[in-house]
Antibody, heavy 120, light 107 residues
């Protein structure tokens, strides 16, 4: 079955950068899209952007354009989310989520989440 | 961005109750709406896609309806395992946006 396994928790200082990975197994990585969603402590869900691994094309939420970079390595079925110059309000759990063919934004499989803490 | 307004933000209900959550979009999104369930410390789980289609394996007590700007999500016979937070999500326009969530608690 499909699984998305994310890298472990990170603690970062403001102004550094953080990179989270999401390794897919059990499906055809290149056939789907990979979105990233974050959740601040006690808050709701926020979409950061998505990548189509087969083409490397990306779309970003305007709020994160220029601060978030999504990449994917088809050879290892792994997606990456890099957040540059994080601030304290970027603290939260970051999820990768798979979009199905024809339903790119209906997220049927999710990673377990990666807690990113930004603190000086 | 399309704003998704969910109500109520929380509710208390008993086992066996019928629970209804509403979601209103700031503009017409046709039926490009999903519903997710999230339990504490867990990733969200897709329950309904395209406003009213039940994902395979999801119990039939969950249902969704609506189109355009007004949508509903119903649990017809609340079970203990349904205690969670529920989110609507539109995908008609990028960026994808979520409602603020409805926390369903046990009365």
């Amino acid at each position: 079955q499909v699984q998305l396994v994310q890298s472990g928790a990170e603690v970062k200082k403001p102004g550094s950068s953080v990179k989270v990975s999401c390794k897919a197994s059990g499906g055809s990585f290149s056939s789907y899209t990979l979105s990233w969603v974050r959740q601040a402590p006690g808050q709701g869900l926020e979409w950061l952007g998505r990548i189509i691994p087969m083409f490397g094309t990306t779309d970003y939420a305007p709020k994160f354009q220029g601060r978030v970079r999504l990449t994917a390595d088809e050879s290892t079925s792994t997606g990456y989310m890099e957040l540059t110059s994080p601030r304290s309000d970027d603290t939260g759990v970051y999820y990768c989520a798979r979009g199905n063919s024809g339903y790119e934004f209906s997220f049927d499989y999710w990673g377990q989440g990666t807690l990113v803490t930004v603190s000086s | 961005d399309i704003q998704m307004t969910q109500s109520p933000s929380s509710l208390s209900a008993s086992v066996g109750d019928r629970v209804t959550i509403t979601c209103q979009a700031s503009q017409d999104i046709r039926n490009d709406l999903n519903w997710y369930q999230q339990k504490p410390g867990k990733a969200p789980k897709l329950l309904i896609y395209d406003a009213s289609n039940l994902k395979t394996g999801v119990p039939s007590r969950f249902s969704g309806g609506g189109s355009g700007t007004d949508f509903t999500f119903t649990i017809s016979n609340l079970q203990p395992e349904d205690i969670a937070t529920y989110y609507c999500q539109q995908y008609q326009n990028l960026p994808v946006t979520f409602g603020g969530g409805t926390k369903v608690e046990s009365k």
